[in-house]
């Protein structure tokens, strides 16, 4: 599922192919993934794009009409760019764009189809979509502290809910917390004054470091990715769907926890003074504490 640093990275190459331009058609090959009407979509062809942003973990785009499109990825879904006269696979494209030199294509390569988008009347409205979590790259470690422990959660789960933080999702709360030295299972309010500082530092240095490789990549949209561009399993990855692998810093088999749709990787050395958790168990231990679907960790 794209998150926080692909988001970035999605932002930078769409601007640099749409900002300032119109789309002359705007065709929908799944009605269902338009989650409202209105505007209607006609009302947004030949209207130029103003602006882009992220919106947890949604792309909006906004028009000169004061109008937004908001677009939620959600697991599969993903942007591509493709010439004039391609011609697309009705499984698994959405939406297409169509600019003077190209379209914007939507595909989704999950029958599930989570993927939406959204037609909104001003900003305003927009931001009704934003689930309410604080920007973990520019808060300040006495914010970001007070939102982790408002409950006794999981870590994991505090970092992926997007009511608290935006933008970190499965994938890279492994990889903060690996780096932090932290286990998954730690319950927020029992957080040392250290170890919410590894995490608070972590947290910035991952997702920027990331953001940054993602931006460098594809050279502030130069080169525009391709669906298998986005993925939450990168080579370079410390933990997050390594398991059996050697961890990077102590050299132990990554572990994980399988609940539902959801895998957790950690290292039991680095994170958990060489304990293994206990998988089969979790269900009965943690309860509500885990998310069962990426649609629960996206709402």
């Not at 009407?37 to 009409?65: H, M, N, Q, W, Y």
């Not at 572990?255 to 957790?264: G, K, L, P, S, W």
């Not at 979790?282 to 960790?297: G, H, N, T, V």
Request: one cysteine or more.
């Amino acid at each position: 599922m794209p998150e926080l640093p692909d988001i970035e990275m999605y932002l930078s190459c769409l601007r640099a192919k749409t900002l300032g331009r119109t789309f002359d058609e705007f065709k929908l090959y799944n009605p269902f993934v338009l989650r409202t009407v209105s505007p209607p979509k006609d009302a947004f062809v030949g209207i130029p794009i103003t602006e882009l942003r992220r919106i947890g973990k949604r792309v909006a785009f906004g028009f000169e009409s004061g109008a937004w499109m908001a677009v939620h990825l959600m697991v599969s879904g993903r942007f591509r760019w493709a010439a004039l006269g391609s011609k697309f696979p009705v499984k698994v494209t959405h939406a297409t764009w169509r600019f003077s030199d190209g379209y914007l294509v939507l595909t989704e390569a999950n029958s599930k189809k989570r993927t939406g988008v959204w037609l909104l009347e001003d900003w305003r409205t927009a931001m009704q979509l934003d689930p309410g979590g604080i920007d973990p790259l520019s808060s300040e470690l006495a914010e970001f502290a007070a939102v982790m422990t408002q409950e006794n959660r999981t870590v994991k789960r505090a970092l992926t809910n997007p009511r608290w933080f935006s933008g970190i999702g499965n994938a890279y709360s492994d990889e903060i917390l690996w780096e932090a030295q932290v286990s998954p299972l730690t319950l927020t309010k029992k957080l040392t004054e250290g170890e919410m500082g590894r995490l608070y530092d972590s947290v910035r240095s991952s997702l920027t470091t990331w953001r940054d490789r993602l931006l460098a990549e594809f050279n502030g949209g130069v080169k525009f990715p391709g669906p298998g561009d986005v993925t939450a399993f990168r080579p370079d990855f410390a933990v997050h769907g390594k398991f059996g692998q050697p961890c990077p810093r102590c050299g132990k088999p990554v572990q994980r926890i399988v609940y539902a749709d959801n895998e957790t990787n950690y290292c039991a050395v680095c994170q958990n003074e060489g304990r293994i958790l206990a998988d089969r168990s979790l269900s009965r231990l943690l309860k509500s504490d885990w998310p069962r679907s990426f649609a629960e960790e996206d709402n």
